[in-house]
């Protein structure tokens, strides 16, 4: 099998061409190699490539930037994707893509279920929600896993800037009243890779046709961004263990809305493939302990 990986040097690329290795012959292109908002380079590289399976681990990111940036956002993270699609079909590809908690409002009080509305609040989740419609609509063999809170010790994250910010400050006010699930980037590759090897010891077209759809991927678990910090003061080697103060999100504005409460139900994706996923905290500690 032929795999093709964008986004190399994200942080989830980076981890699937590790996690993948033993599945066939990977090729991982970074943005140098294949710019998502470069459409035509896009198309040309899959045609080049020739994939039997692409997985789609680069996006645009940056979610309060993506709020006067909605044209590249919307290029990058739904015109892309709809693009390689349509080049997955003409190949007779499927196609692996990930999405995110923010297509929803976090009006919910319960976890959200894929067949529940979306409703994103900001630029970034409308774009994103926009990619997974036109992968859908192309209506090739796909997987759409929607994570959330994804992090790591590359990149840029919410992790290392506590780290960072844990050393140059006395005192980290973060905000307390948002919910959801920080994710390990590492627990999304292989859970991806697992997945994948399910299909290639099965008829494979025959596995596609039964699994293609929405799945939720994210870890075990709910927590705060302010349980979280402390929980990443807690566990790390941070000599400096700054006073942490909660606030709400009012008292910490910024250009993009975040749904207030974001926890996605891995009932799903546990049920159709038969995996348990790990509690946010135990990937936490494992993360800071073995992530190198």
Known sequence: ?????TGKNGQVGYE???SLQSLGEIIALDRGQMDLSNLVQVRDVVRMVKPNLIINAAAYTAVDKAESEPELAMRINAEAPGVMAEEAKTLGAAMIHYSTDYVF???????????????????YGATKLAGEQAIQEVGIPHLIFRTSWVYGMRGKNFLLTILRLAQERDELRIVGD?????T???????????IVSLSEMSNREEWWQKSSGIYHLTAQGQTTWYEFTRSILELSAVEKK??????????YPLPAARPQYSLLSGVKIQDAFNLMLPD?????????KNDH
């Open 105 to 123: 409002d976090g009006a919910k009080a319960t976890p959200y279920v894929e067949i529940d509305s979306t409703g994103p609040i900001n630029i």
């Open 178 to 182: 948002q919910h959801g699930a920080p």
């Open 242 to 251: 700054p006073t942490l103060t909660s606030i709400t999100t009012d008292g």
């Open 16 to 18: 699937l061409e590790r």
């Open 1 to 5: 099998m032929r795999i093709l990986i």
């Open 184 to 194: 390990w980037c590492r627990t999304i590759a292989d859970t991806t890779a697992g």
């Open 280 to 288: 946010w905290k135990v990937a936490l500690n494992n993360c800071l």
